[in-house]
């Protein structure tokens, strides 16, 4: 006949079999994710995630198999998860923060919202994506500032990735004076047509179009894309548009209109009798 201790003896020995086979399959599957995170970006945050993720599971099984074995042996699990349960709720009240930081930090992540190097703008700070920790996301701002987001901010909040941009959008309006001749208005737009056409690292898909009379000039308009979502490519591509642009005006002799006003005065006749 089997007695209580060797009951609870072969209860333990089941649980503690059951226990180590689980944690095989967790480090193999713990593995494989490795693999294929590293083989789709070597530096990924996911990397320091995953250990922390695999021992809070293993932490779990333990727990639930050392419930099973109390429980084997006749003693109630009532009192005890009470127990837990107020002790779990006071460490959540005064760690919800950190929990809410670990879930939105798993947001960005999974749903890959931004990686490090990436051009980001959130809740009004644009910069450069540092590192992303389990509490915070970093950004280096233009001005070379280390700011520290929260995740749980940066999860809930609306996150323009400019990195992410196939193109950027190149608007530029040049105007000229009203007293542009009309063939050199069709001139002007020529040279613009004729500086998007040449450059490289401008699509050919570009819209140039008398645009509207402004108090004191005529405005033309060019819209187009450049091939690069880089803010630094495109600072340097517009840069050399209007270099070659005002260039080209200034060799046909168009000039750029500037903020003016023409006053008209008006006198009347009088006659002054001696």
Do not use: W
């Amino acid at each position: 006949m089997v007695t209580k201790l060797q009951a609870g003896l072969i209860a333990t020995g089941i649980n503690l079999v059951a226990i180590i086979v689980l944690f095989k399959i967790i480090d193999v599957i713990n593995k494989k994710i490795i693999e294929k995170i590293k083989n789709q970006e070597s530096n990924s945050p996911l990397l320091r995630f995953l250990p922390i993720l695999m021992k809070f599971l293993k932490v779990v099984l333990i727990f639930i198999a050392i419930t099973g074995i109390i429980q084997s042996q006749g003693y109630s699990m009532s009192s005890i998860l009470a127990g837990f349960g107020i002790g779990g709720l006071a460490v959540g009240m005064a760690a919800k923060d950190t929990i809410a930081n670990v879930f939105g930090s798993l947001t960005i992540l999974s749903d890959h919202v931004y990686r490090i190097g990436d051009y980001v703008k959130v809740n009004g700070i644009e910069g450069y994506v540092e590192d992303v920790s389990i509490r915070s996301t970093k950004i280096r701002d233009l001005d070379n500032f280390l700011i520290n987001v929260p995740n749980n901010i940066a999860a809930n909040a609306i996150v323009t990735n400019v990195s992410q941009a196939k193109k950027r959008l190149l608007k530029v309006t040049f105007g000229v004076t009203y007293s542009t001749s009309d063939e050199m208005i069709q001139k002007a737009i020529d040279i613009l047509k004729e500086v998007g056409t040449e450059h490289k690292e401008i699509n050919n898909d570009f819209t140039i179009a008398v645009h509207d009379m402004g108090e004191s000039s005529i405005n033309i308009r060019f819209m187009g894309y450049i091939k690069s979502g880089s803010y630094f490519k495109f600072l340097r591509v517009r840069g050399e548009f209007l270099q070659k642009v005002i260039a080209g005006y200034r060799k046909e002799g168009i000039s750029f209109a500037f903020p003016s006003r023409s006053i008209y005065i008006e006198s009347d006749a009088t006659k002054v009798e001696n």
